[in-house]
């Protein structure tokens, strides 16, 4: 399931027009080049089909509210756009990229009228291994500025690139001064306790929907608890796992020098994980039955 082709979309959506790649342009004065000044989301594309779309757009609406940004198109007319972007680049697996920016500015500091972007993009699945032997993080200090939104600004985590490969690890794990978990760079965080509840962090986080899914999976096979998570709590976790569009659910067996629970991915975490699997089908199974986007 889910293997997207490798692929160069010819056309990209602009404020709700197709238009060839090659001549897709926005003036130097946007605020997105700038200032960073912007907001972006992702979904999946299977078979055609957006992958809990609704949820996706939610976001992205609640995303530009934050940032004081007006989305140009209304939902309906931006649901529309995405299907016909999918249609006219012919690749009905992959992912969508959903960009709205601060506008051009003359002053190069006052928003002004949005620019909305849909790139049909690749689809950076993690490799089979990683869900059958976990990967490993490293701690960063930091907290997201906005972090209920999806801004632009992923300079923290960039930068982080270099220390990331020099440990080996597969991203980083955002800790606050005083211990606190937060995240991951573009993961949400999740841990099991040694009694088996399902815990994760439920202030200054992103409300990821793979988060939200897994959670509403979770609540009907075990304890679960959103609540402030602190990094002590790892050193008696039996599990830990990173939720996101790109990921589902993968298994965390190591921060830093600390072994997470025996060191293997954990049952708790591929029984959501493959639970989320299958709700995803059965979400693609029940709007090719209804035709709906």
Do not use: C
């Amino acid at each position: 399931m889910f293997t997207a082709p490798v692929f160069s979309p010819p056309f990209i959506g602009l404020n709700g027009n197709v238009v060839a790649t090659a001549d897709a342009k926005l003036h130097v004065t946007d605020l997105a080049l700038l200032r960073g000044y912007g907001i972006f989301d992702f979904m999946r594309v299977i078979n055609g089909i957006p992958l809990f779309q609704d949820r996706y757009l939610a976001r992205f609406q609640h995303s530009a509210a934050l940032l004081g940004l007006e989305i140009p198109l209304s939902i309906t007319a931006l649901k529309a756009h995405i299907h016909t972007l999918i249609a006219a680049n012919g690749h009905p697996s992959a992912g969508l990229r959903l960009v709205l920016t601060g506008g051009f500015s003359p002053d190069g500091y006052l928003p002004t009228t949005p620019n909305l972007i849909v790139l049909d993009a690749p689809y950076p699945a993690p490799k089979p291994e990683q869900y059958t032997e976990g990967v490993s993080l490293i701690t960063h200090s930091y907290v997201r500025e906005i972090p209920e939104a999806k801004t632009l600004n992923y300079i923290v985590p960039i930068r982080a690139l270099p220390q990331i490969r020099k440990a080996g690890a597969f991203d980083v794990l955002y800790v606050d001064p005083a211990g606190w978990i937060t995240e991951s760079s573009r993961s949400n965080f999740f841990l099991v306790t040694k009694t088996g509840v399902v815990v994760t962090p439920h202030d200054h986080v992103l409300p990821g929907i793979t988060r939200g899914v897994i959670l509403q999976l979770a609540q009907d096979r075990y304890p679960v608890e959103m609540r402030p998570v602190h990094i002590e709590e790892l050193q008696t976790a039996q599990e830990a796992f990173l939720t996101s569009t790109t990921k589902g659910a993968v298994g965390v067996v190591q921060l830093d020098a600390l072994r997470i629970g025996d060191g293997q991915v954990g049952s708790i975490t591929q029984a959501l994980h493959h639970a989320f699997l299958a709700y995803g089908e059965a979400y693609l199974a029940q709007n090719k039955t209804s035709g709906s986007l």
